[in-house]
């Protein structure tokens, strides 16, 4: 009974996955292992394992070089993403190390995303190495998880709380509300209207 697939991959390494994707931007086995430093004939076996532990030919030579298949094209793509990936995991546990990487845990309501949206850019740009999490929500379950120590901060309305006055605020922008109400309502030619007028309203 052969190995599954996800098993086989288990022995996939780094320098395998390197080789995959040099193989791909220089179109040839003899290339790829130069610009790695690995010999032609240490290539060709570890090209050669990689086929063996997804069981599918991952190239066919033309006389162009190398051409990945379907299987080769798909391999090729997660080799790629788990470089990069594994690249990323590098860069931050520096930063972490050297005491200049940080994590800010945001949370906004639907109404303010497109202004989280257009700072984001922003702020990336001023502050590289803080690394951002966004989180939607309501604003209710934003505060739990304000109190919960699961947010640094958060886009929305404080004023849901039961005492809004135990968080520090800061007032940036203005929420235009509009009432929609059948033509025939004795309001509906009102330029303004107070919430105690609409409370009475049904």
């Known amino acids: 009974m052969s190995e599954p697939v996800t098993r086989g991959l288990g022995r996939l390494t780094t320098r395998q996955m390197l080789l995959l994707a040099t193989i791909d931007d220089s179109a040839s086995l003899k290339g790829a292992a130069t610009r790695i430093g690995m010999s ?88 590289p190495n803080v690394s951002l999490e966004i989180l939607e929500d309501t604003s209710v379950e934003l505060l739990r998880l304000l109190d919960r120590g699961d947010l640094d901060l958060m886009i929305g309305r404080s004023s849901v709380s039961g005492r809004p006055e135990l968080y520090d605020t800061v007032a940036f922008h203005d929420e235009l509300l509009t009432v929609v109400a059948n033509p025939a309502h004795p309001l509906v030619e009102r330029k303004r209207v107070t919430l105690a007028e609409l409370s009475q309203s049904r």
């Open 40 to 127: 032609q004939p240490r290539a060709t076996k570890s090209l050669q394992e990689i086929e063996d532990m997804v069981e599918q030919q991952l190239f066919t030579r033309t006389n162009r070089g190398l051409t990945p298949t379907i299987a080769g094209a798909c391999a090729i793509r997660h080799a790629k993403v788990m470089l990069s990936q594994i690249g990323s995991l590098e860069e931050e546990l520096r930063h972490i190390a050297e005491g200049a990487w940080a994590k800010l845990r945001i949370g906004t309501i639907m109404g303010a995303t497109p202004i989280v949206t257009e700072a984001i850019g922003t702020f990336s740009e001023r502050f």
